[in-house]
């Protein structure tokens, strides 16, 4: 099934690549509408039969954030809390245009119904807790964003939150 998809995200795995986004439904030669799935966005990660999921850089790694690219969906390969994982044709997938950003079109991107990104205050999800999250992918506007820099052994001079 032909599916065109917002990218949002795009990132380094295993020497290979992750790429997700939001799925988008053409409603007129250069226009594109979200697509909700009971009234979240649906997100979307193209993976492949490889051990993490990951996809081959030569197939994907010209895609860069804010790009739509069409993909044939294959299937639906959900792994734990990772429902928003499908098998894709990787000869199918072709970068269509990148997408305007302007304020009120990104405003619609928030996913609004979140109120705490790991279920509460925490930093990080208990194990314990991970079995009642079926997604992994999220849209966020934070309210006062802070970043520290971080250096250690494995990584040199990485801006985090």
Not at 39 to 54: I, Q, T
Not at 108 to 131: A, R, T
Not at 136 to 157: A, G, H, Q, T
């Amino acid at each position: 099934m032909k599916t065109h998809i917002l990218c949002l995200a795009n990132s380094k795995k295993y020497n290979e690549r992750c790429v997700a986004g939001i799925e988008l439904k053409k409603i007129a030669p250069d226009s594109y509408d979200i697509v909700k799935f009971k009234g979240k966005h649906n997100w979307m990660r193209p993976v492949s039969h490889c051990e993490f999921g990951e996809m081959p850089e030569n197939v994907v790694g010209k895609i860069k954030l804010k790009d739509i690219f069409e993909i044939d969906v294959v299937s639906k390969c959900p792994q734990g809390f990772q429902s928003e994982n499908v098998f894709v044709n990787e000869k199918s997938i072709k970068i269509i245009r990148e997408a305007k950003f302007v304020k009120k079109n990104v405003e619609k991107l928030i996913d609004k119904e979140i109120e705490f990104i790991y279920g509460d205050v925490n930093k990080s999800v208990n194990w314990l807790e991970i079995k009642k999250f079926n997604n992994s992918l999220m849209f966020i506007k934070p309210e006062e964003p802070k970043f520290i820099k971080v250096s250690n052994r494995f990584v040199k001079d990485q801006l985090r939150t």
